[in-house]
């Protein structure tokens, strides 16, 4: 059974042109998170949610937004994507904070920017 | 930042051959984690450390955190095909939010 569902799978989106992806979870677990990662390289956390409290990393770009309207439901907004921007997009959830609890991750969103 | 180093960053081996991956940090770590990652797959929770001195065990793969909480190992015994794919080592340096994953060991099993 899916415990973490990222739609779509793949995107293309054309530069500049803001683009949404999905995530959402069957677990009920506090915390979502999304990282980054990009082609040969380690993913890259962006930022997360505990509960309803958003957590930026200090060096994700403003371009890179997030909304949590409940628990299930996580998403990633690109307001206007650049050719780097393209690269492998994952959500995961965790019960508690990354320190202490396994994270869950869901397939990835291949975002494509032409 | 955490920095998390790993080594080898590519390793391919005979189908059966034993192998070890290292995963060395700069800052004593809080809470150590084994990932693997199919190519253009999400990642596949492993093992978690967190006491100095632990070791852990699942099927044929062990991984260890040393005393100091700065060095973790991962090693797979007689290694099949099914192991092949990136592993990574992720941790987060306090009780907090951060969480870091390391440089990644491409790993390819020859049959």
């Known amino acids: 059974d899916a415990m973490v569902i990222q739609n779509p799978r793949y995107q293309v989106t054309q530069f500049g042109k803001p683009v949404t992806l999905s995530c959402s979870q069957t677990l009920n677990h506090n915390v979502m998170y999304w990282y980054q990662q990009k082609s040969s390289q380690a993913p890259k956390l962006l930022f997360h949610y505990y509960d309803k409290d958003f957590n930026n990393e200090a060096d994700t770009p403003d371009n890179f937004q997030s909304r949590r309207p409940n628990t299930s439901f996580c998403f990633l907004d690109i307001r206007s994507p650049g050719l780097g921007d393209a690269a492998m997009y994952l959500c995961?959830?965790?019960?508690?904070?990354?320190?202490?609890?396994?994270?869950?991750f869901g397939p990835g969103t291949r975002l494509t920017v032409t | 930042s955490q920095e998390l180093e790993q080594s080898p960053q590519s390793l391919i081996v005979q189908e059966g051959k034993n192998l070890t991956i290292n995963c060395t940090s700069s800052k004593t770590l809080y809470g150590l984690y084994w990932y693997k990652q199919k190519y253009g797959e999400g990642l596949i929770f492993l093992m978690m450390l967190q006491k100095g001195g632990e070791e852990k065990s699942h099927e044929k793969i062990t991984a260890k955190l040393d005393e100091k909480k700065q060095q973790s190992s991962l090693h797979i015994t007689a290694s099949q095909p099914s192991h092949a794919g990136i592993y990574l080592c992720g941790a987060a340096p306090n009780t907090g939010n951060q969480f870091y994953f390391g440089t990644g060991t491409s790993l390819t099993v020859i049959p």
């Open positions: 995961a959830t965790s019960e508690g904070l990354a320190g202490s609890y396994e994270q869950y």
